[in-house]
């Protein structure tokens, strides 16, 4: 058997062919699908986590036969977080005949780049996009195999008000899809509990220095963070509010899932409270697949795992359809279910959503992150 493992990076995307030479296929060729993130800027550690799920899966799925008896193409494209690199990103993908993207990341970037999938006849399935709007507005092609910014923030506000009622808590943002929706949930969650933010403020995310926000929560003897927003800031805030004195808990949500946290941070992210589902990584559906990670010496974490369900998903769906064509799987995957992954069964409500969200609460500890007990 010939086999092709190629990688080729330029202008936003890259295409990894892995399997049977295409030719060797027959003149239907490979099934073209895609994983899309941000592959390069602050949030790249992210993009590499859905790389390395997309890759394997793609792998797993070939070395067992493929879909519907074609072989798995797999592109890979950057949109670095940026709501307009993803639209470009998006055109690319649908100009490259992809049926299938396990993405975007960001939910600024999935949001505008699903209206462009949904006029090309692309199905969209995102690992990571958990602002509300991602499916609520009704398009017809976009799942999420994540949770939701109002489960995930009230989950986060139920923390709150049961174990810090009395504590000042400052709730930031830095403006995106993303961050600011994270922070408005759970911000209405207190709310609705009784309790009130002492400060509730945006920052500018990709900046270094961060004094003036951290001055003004000393000033107003801030106890909590909850932070709305990515690990980059997350890290420096939490780590000039330290040096400044400040004894303060920082809590953020499922951006808080990368090894970088603590890279940026250093001891001042210990005891950092986040939201995520419970580690996919401890969960028997995925032993095997994780050892094969863990075999080239790829830690799954985050969203390596959810990438990979995604991509499962599109394969069983293609299969008990009997077809590719997105309208078709978008209809079989609301309809059918549930579906088997490694994050355990999976069915979709209509609008796309996972049927049953699963948020804890992890804790920062001597450099790693595992659940609360």
Known sequence: MVTTRRLVLGAGLGTLTIGRDAFAQGASGPIRIATAGPMTGQNASFGTQMREGATQAVTDINAAGGV????????????????????????????????????????????????????EGVLQMS????????????????FRVCGRDDQQGMVAGAYI????????????????????????ETKKAMNAGGMQETMYAAYTPGERDYSAIVSRMKAANIDVIYLGGYHTEAGLIVRQAKEQGMNVTLIGGDA??????????????????????????????????????R???????????????????????????NT?????????????GPWQTVLGPISFTPKGDVTVPDYVFYVWRNGAYAEVS
């Not at 174990?163 to 408005?184: F, Q, T």
């Open 68 to 119: 519907l008896g074609r072989q798995l193409a797999l592109e890979v494209g950057d949109d670095a977080c940026d709501p307009r690199q993803a639209v470009s990103v998006a055109n690319q993908l649908a100009g490259r005949r992809v049926v299938f993207v396990a993405g975007h990341f960001c939910s600024g970037s999935s949001i505008p780049a699903r209206d462009v999938y949904a006029e």
């Open 295 to 321: 075999a080239r010496n790829v830690d799954p974490e985050g969203y390596v795992l959810y990438t990979y369900a995604a991509i499962q998903i599109f394969a069983e769906a293609a299969k008990k359809a």
């Open 256 to 293: 808080l899932v990368t090894n970088e946290f603590w890279q940026i941070s250093g001891a001042a992210g210990e005891g950092t409270l986040m939201t995520f589902s419970s580690d996919p990584r401890r969960r028997p559906t995925a032993a095997e697949v994780v050892a094969r990670f």
């Open 127 to 142: 690992p990571a996009s958990t602002n509300p709007r991602f499916t609520d507005e009704g398009k017809w092609n976009t």
């Open 324 to 336: 590719t064509d997105a309208r078709r799987l978008a209809a079989v995957l609301k309809a059918e």
């Open 161 to 184: 008000l049961a174990n810090m009622r009395n504590k000042k808590v400052a709730i930031l943002h830095d403006n995106s899809a993303y961050g600011k929706g994270l922070a408005d």
